[in-house]
């Protein structure tokens, strides 16, 4: 039983159905199946297929961003549920947002799926985020990569802030800062002392990849 | 393999240059021409036909006078819509009011090689690998003869129809065959092909397109060839090609008149020899550049290169419009585009039935073969332009925008799911690499060609018909050398 409910999870999550994917979480917690093995088994496995059918070019942005939200629909139930000590399998933590006075949503959502599918545990904390709020998310999750998002050229020095910020706090070291955005290019992520820039989501997951050091 | 349908552009709209007084005060010219300037036919084939039927012809200039009435009568006779045959069925042309039928350009005679880059001049393998392309795409509907097989002396144009047909299952107009004896095989040919004559009379695998002479005279071969395959049934375009300040006057509405009266004369002739040929009616004009004489097709202003359709259908019969064509000599300049970027959008508006020429380069000579499938992407933006807009519950959305909120993106939502993929059609500038990046359209107009001329083989006719096409090539071949 706990094996089909976990395929159906997966399967849920391959193709997009964020209702469907509630309800056999619930099930899966009603019959007393292992949380842990629901994300690990089910969820995590599809959300990577999705990841690979996306990169195959079968499925569109729509398809991606489906998938995610019926993983996290369903993680929304689960992992409340996981007892203490238990953890998700992932390749790296990462705190996005996007920067103080910078309403600008979609990029930074999408660079989240992407990021996610790929198996990094995103924690998105919305956009108009100043560096208090990131410096703290960051501490409170502790994430491996901080990521930042631009829209403005009058918010992209936002970014810089951030990178101060982070100095201040004494976490700097810790943390690596990839930043994106219409304006910004590799050579003002260079300025500014961040680790990596992307122009796109795909090339986010790259990025974030060679920043934790792990294969591609 | 899957093989792409035939979509030409089909429109609602229609675009009106010229008024109904306009257009009876250009007709009204053009009869005048006919009846006291008169046209020129270097034929006694065609000066017979017309003295028959009560012209006044002057055997020594060979110049026709056509009375009002005769022309009337002549004109009562032309088919406005038929069908164009196909070697496919499935590709046969039904002509009708709403749809622009186009094809390639034609007749080059310079290419640069696809394998080596260098210039050279065309050969049948060329018409051959056009002939191959054209039968892949979608945007055309017919096959003209691209570029001319200079490597085959007297006979090329039966030689180009031979390669076309081994490479191409749609409806081909050749733009090359010229004279009695060369008509006479393309009829045998197209015979065999059929199997019957009363079958090329009733679904015409191929037509013919012959040129005036600019101002008022006809090109015996042309004229006598029309004649040989006009009492096959095969339909004819007149085109007459004049140029505003040299063979032409230079004030608009006297050139369409020039022009009128060419197509006119010789349409009149063809339903005199045989009442019922399907004509075409087509003026392609251009401009001499006052200072140096240059031929220019695409000045500045050229408000109603598209008039001469609105002429046409004035007199009853379908046109051939004139499309694309750019003097530039580069394959991808901003040039190339700018000059042409509204021709199938203005000649699908004025409701020209047949249209070419889609992929040539400098003033209709100079073949690049990936060009074609940057012009069709040309072609694609105005047939996309012209489509009806759906409104309904399904496409106005408006619940899922509730749903989404002011602020929020609508990726997550399952209508975006159904209709993002088709929402936006990909142009040549919008091809994706495996990185996600954008590529270079030439790139992949490049790729494209090579795929084509790689995957897509159509069915050349049967062996028994091969045999047939190579004997009367022979045929002519010894005739004409003799």
Redesign the interface.
């Known amino acids: 039983m706990s094996e089909e409910l976990i395929g159906k999870l997966k399967q849920a999550v391959i193709d ?1 159905e964020p209702e469907d994917a509630e309800i056999f979480a619930k099930q899966a917690l009603d019959q007393s199946v292992d949380p842990l093995d629901c994300i690990n088994l089910g969820l995590t496995p599809g959300i990577q297929e999705v990841g690979e059918l996306f990169s195959k070019g079968d499925y ?4 991606l ?2 998938g995610a ?1 019926a993983m996290k629909a369903a993680l929304d139930i689960l992992e409340p549920a996981l007892v203490s000590g238990q953890e998700r399998e992932v390749v790296g933590r990462v705190v996005l947002g996007t920067v103080a006075g910078d ?1 600008h ?2 990029g930074k ?2 660079v989240g799926t992407m990021l996610t599918a790929n198996g990094f545990l995103v924690t998105d904390i919305g956009v108009d985020q100043n560096s208090e709020a990131f410096v703290a998310a960051i501490k409170e999750n502790k994430a491996d990569i901080v990521g930042a998002s631009a829209l403005l050229t009058t918010t992209m020095l936002q970014q810089k802030k951030l990178i101060e910020a982070l100095e201040s706090a004494g976490i700097r070291d810790s943390v690596k800062v990839m930043i994106g955005g219409a304006p910004v290019t590799d050579l003002y992520a260079q300025e500014i002392g961040a680790d990596g820039y992307a122009e ?1 989501a ?2 986010a997951v790259d990025i974030a990849y060679r920043l934790m050091d792990a294969p591609v | 393999m899957e093989r792409p349908p035939i979509e030409p552009i089909r429109t609602s709209q229609e675009l009106s240059f010229l008024n109904d007084q306009q257009l009876d005060n250009l007709q009204e010219a053009t009869l005048r021409v006919l009846e006291t300037t008169g046209v020129q036919f270097p034929s006694q084939k065609a000066l017979a036909i017309f003295a028959g039927h009560g012209a006044e012809v002057d055997d020594d200039s060979q110049i026709v006078k056509i009375p009002r009435e005769l022309v009337f009568k002549a004109m009562s006779t032309i088919p406005r819509y038929f069908t164009l045959g196909a070697r496919d069925p499935e590709f046969d042309l039904k002509l009708q009011e709403g749809i622009s039928f186009f094809t390639n350009d034609g007749c080059g005679h310079n290419v640069i090689d696809f394998k080596t880059g260098e210039r050279r001049a065309s050969r049948k393998d060329d018409v051959g690998m056009m002939a191959r392309i054209n039968d892949y795409l979608s945007s055309m509907a017919f096959s003209w003869t691209m570029v001319s097989a200079q490597d085959c002396g007297v006979t090329s144009p039966l030689h180009e129809l031979d390669v076309t047909w081994k490479n191409n299952t749609k409806h081909y107009q050749s733009v090359t065959m010229m004279g009695e004896i060369i008509c006479r095989y393309g009829v045998e040919m197209a015979t065999v092909l059929r199997g019957s004559l009363e079958e090329v009379r009733r679904r015409p695998p191929i037509s013919l397109i012959v040129c005036t002479i600019a101002p008022l005279m006809q090109d015996k071969e042309a004229i006598e060839g029309a004649l040989v395959l006009g009492e096959a049934g095969i339909p004819i375009v007149v085109m007459s090609m004049p140029t505003l300040g040299t063979t032409a006057p230079a004030a608009y509405a006297g050139a369409l008149v020039i022009g009128d009266a060419e197509v006119i004369s010789a349409t009149v002739l063809m339903q005199l020899a045989n009442p019922g040929t399907p004509v075409f009616h087509s003026i392609l004009h251009a401009w001499a550049d006052p200072r140096t004489g240059a031929y220019v097709g695409y000045p500045l202003d050229s408000r109603v290169r598209y008039a001469p359709v609105e002429m046409a259908h004035h007199w009853g019969m379908p046109a051939l419009g004139g499309a694309f064509g750019t003097e530039s000599p580069a394959l991808d300049s901003w040039r190339s585009a700018a000059e042409v970027t509204t021709d199938p959008l203005l000649v699908a508006l004025a409701g020209a039935e047949i249209v070419t020429g889609i992929g040539l380069r400098d003033t209709y000579t100079l073949l690049y073969p990936e060009a074609i499938i940057l012009d069709d992407d040309i072609y694609h933006r105005a047939r996309y332009s012209l489509m009806d807009m759906e409104v309904n519950p399904e496409t106005l959305a408006v619940d899922v925008i509730d749903i989404v909120k002011p602020g929020g993106h609508f990726l997550g939502q399952k209508h975006t799911r159904k209709h993002m993929r088709t929402a936006m059609v990909r142009s040549v500038s919008h091809q994706i690499n495996e990185k996600g990046k954008y590529r270079h359209p030439v790139e992949y107009a490049r790729e494209k060609v090579k795929w084509i001329m790689d995957n897509h083989h159509p069915e050349p006719p049967s062996e028994n018909v091969q045999d047939e096409i190579n004997r009367i090539i022979a045929n002519a071949e010894k005739e004409l050398i003799e």
Do not use: K, R
């Not at chain 1, 569109?60 to 398809?63: C, G, M, R, S, V």
């Open positions: 997009g569109y942005l729509p398809e961003i489906i939200d309403l949503e979609i959502t999408l796109d795909i090339s």
